[in-house]
């Protein structure tokens, strides 16, 4: 993930653009996160770092037929990329490469108001009436599989990844974890303050 995007996204997180809807689950998480750094000044060192960091790459587990994604992501190249790099101009971040089940609930939450409802989020507002565009049953789960397939090819593979390294899932179980325990540690601190 490129570093303008997680510097974008930290300062929605942190100014309550993101984060702050009851059904965003994962964004209540986050915002605590993006609220513990101590200073503006943190934020693009964060985002160097995090975007230092290797790709880790997971298995489609939504299934898909990548075919018709590639049909169907025509109208998202406009943004994204044909090849789903983003487009840093546009404030259109990448997709390929990301696990198709964030995706999904990206997606989902688009089209179902929970992002893009701040009218602080512009780039939120313009991407809302794109995901209901892609309503149409299966598009989001094609889409997601092409972008997978789009990735395995820029990162060199001679075809799509069809099965999960055990290490990078490791690594993503220990980080997913830690990550947990300290939001769960900022949120009950929080509760415990308000109350």
Not at 134 to 148: A, K, P, V
């Amino acid at each position: 993930m490129k570093a303008w995007y997680i510097e974008t996204e930290l300062r929605k997180f942190r100014a309550g653009e993101r984060g702050a809807q009851f059904d965003d689950i994962e964004g209540m998480r986050m915002r605590p996160m993006a609220l513990s750094l101590p200073t503006e000044g943190d934020i693009p060192v964060i985002a160097k770092y995090v975007e230092s960091l290797p790709p880790v790459r997971h298995a489609p587990i939504l299934g898909g037929d990548a075919k018709i994604g590639k049909r169907r992501y025509a109208l998202c190249s406009g943004c994204h990329n044909p090849d789903g790099g983003g487009n840093e101009s546009v404030k259109a971040p990448r997709l390929a490469g990301l696990d198709d089940w964030y995706l999904a609930t990206e997606l989902k939450k688009f089209r179902g108001g929970v992002r893009g409802a701040d009218p602080r989020d512009e780039e939120g507002t313009a991407m809302a009436p794109m995901a209901k565009s892609r309503e149409r049953e299966g598009d989001s789960r094609h889409i997601r599989l092409h972008q997978h397939a789009a990735a395995s090819c820029q990162f060199g593979d001679a075809e799509p990844m069809n099965h999960a390294d055990p290490s990078s899932d490791q690594t993503f179980k220990t980080v997913f974890w830690i990550v947990m325990t300290t939001a769960a540690a900022f949120v009950a601190a929080a509760w415990i303050m308000i109350r």
